[in-house]
């Protein structure tokens, strides 16, 4: 076969092929175009029936909504909005989390921790000085410049004892006697210095010497125990804290507002280079006013010294739990009020103890409703007709603030008991509103 016939017949073959490409791709863009126009059908019936739904207006906002929101899904990823890698925002129980864990790693004696809300406080401020988000805060920075520096010293107690046993033997007419002695050292760590935020706290300690006999068996001990515990307000490092994050006079007056209006008083009685500040308390005469909660305060004071947690046993110098409240007088003028602080009864009950009780001095128990007792501890007196078996009401006075009992200054002990065993009086009494 010649090569013009073999050209010839490939291309009526090509020709042919194209022919039938052609037909079949106007039939596939009939159908494209027949199924496009079904789905615009379609689409403007739905718009039409959101229209109908919506109206107008709320039909064209729904449109912006549905392509900005379009949009801004592409535009997001794009800027790193949503990425993990430029810092997401973190959920309030995540950072509520932070600080706490912040603030408990701080130091492991909790009364010199610096307090989580006035901690969050300042960093709220420094959100607007800096112009950052909550979540680029960290909480760490803040609560390491105000922890505590904690001096500890070494003591060494001594034991020793003494034991005669005697052995009787047939034909002798006295006993075998024989005589063993032992005796050991422990050593243990006490805090001899503290210097919190807001304090300088100074320890000093003294030998006690023990002994104690059974017949000729004897045991001493010379064991160290707090001689002296002596606090001084020092705000240096709450200074230096602020100063080196750029604080004004007027940004510590706005943080002062703000304990303040949050019914704390963290700042009272400071003083340092941003000024003084006077305590919040006054002489609010004989009626107590009521918290938030069911019972009212049991103070006219507000001022809580120490709280419901593990301290240091101003007596042991160890770390010992704190089974109440202990709420000081006010401070009036930048002075603590001398006059005669009234103890109320923070709720009805029944008086069950009212007397003398080992390491409370003068105290008063009262009983209410639901197994709950509340426990009012080193008061100076107690008022008379406050009696065992005797029904009262909220707010009756039942004694004066004092120091008798296990105590180092005036104050009063108020704790919960409930069935039996001591729980946190915060959860049954609020600071009063409006201090």
Do not use: C
Not at 51 to 56: I, S
Not at 232 to 244: A, G, H
Not at 331 to 349: L, N
């Amino acid at each position: 076969m010649s090569s013009a016939v073999t050209n010839k017949a490939k291309a009526l073959a090509k020709n042919y092929a194209k022919k039938q490409i052609r037909k079949l791709l106007i039939k596939l863009g009939k159908k494209a175009l027949i199924a496009i126009g079904k789905g615009i059908a379609l689409v403007g019936k739905m718009l039409l029936a959101v229209a109908g739904a919506f109206g107008l207006k709320g039909f064209l906002i729904l449109l912006i909504i549905v392509f900005v929101g379009g949009a801004l899904m592409y535009v997001f990823p794009f800027f790193g909005w949503f990425s993990s890698k430029s810092g997401s925002p973190k959920t309030p129980d995540q950072l509520r989390a932070e600080y706490e864990a912040a603030i408990m790693n701080s130091s492991e004696y909790a009364e010199y921790r610096p307090p989580q809300m006035l901690v969050q406080f300042i960093d709220n401020q420094r959100i607007l000085k800096e112009k950052k988000k909550l979540w680029e805060i960290d909480p760490n920075k803040l609560i390491s410049s105000l922890k505590p520096d904690i001096e500890m010293e070494t003591f060494t107690d001594h034991y020793y004892t003494r034991t005669v046993t005697r052995t009787y033997v047939e034909g002798e007419n006295e006993p075998r006697e024989e005589v063993s002695e032992s005796s050991w050292d422990v050593d243990k760590q006490l805090i001899t210095k503290a210097h919190a935020w807001n304090r300088i706290e100074t320890f000093t300690y003294r030998q006690e010497f023990s002994s104690s006999s059974s017949g000729d068996d004897t045991s001493e001990s010379t064991v160290w125990v707090l001689d002296n515990r002596i606090s001084e307000t020092d705000f240096s490092k709450f200074d230096n804290t602020l100063k080196r994050l750029k604080f004004t006079h007027q940004d510590f007056k706005l943080l002062v507002d703000t304990v303040r209006v949050n019914k704390a008083n963290y700042l009272d009685g400071y003083e340092g280079i941003y000024g003084s500040i006077t305590g919040g308390d006054d002489w609010w005469g004989d009626h107590p006013s009521t918290g938030s909660g069911n019972w009212i305060w049991p103070t006219i004071s507000t001022r809580i010294t120490s709280g419901f947690y593990k301290r240091v046993d101003p007596f042991t110098g160890q770390i010992d739990f704190h089974n109440g409240l202990d709420i000081g007088r006010p401070i009036v003028d930048g002075k603590m009020d001398d006059r005669p602080q009234p103890i109320f009864a923070v709720a009805d009950g029944e008086v069950t103890v009212a007397g003398e009780v080992s390491g409370y001095g003068n105290a008063v128990y009262i009983r209410h409703d639901s197994g709950v007792t509340t426990v009012y501890g080193h008061l100076k007196s107690i008022e008379s007709g406050i009696s065992v078996r005797k029904q009262i009401k909220a707010g009756t006075v039942i004694g004066i603030m004092g120091s008798t009992g296990r105590s180092t200054g005036i104050h009063l002990h108020f704790g919960v008991l409930k069935d039996g065993q001591y729980d946190n009086p915060l959860k049954y009494i609020s600071l009063p509103s409006g201090r």
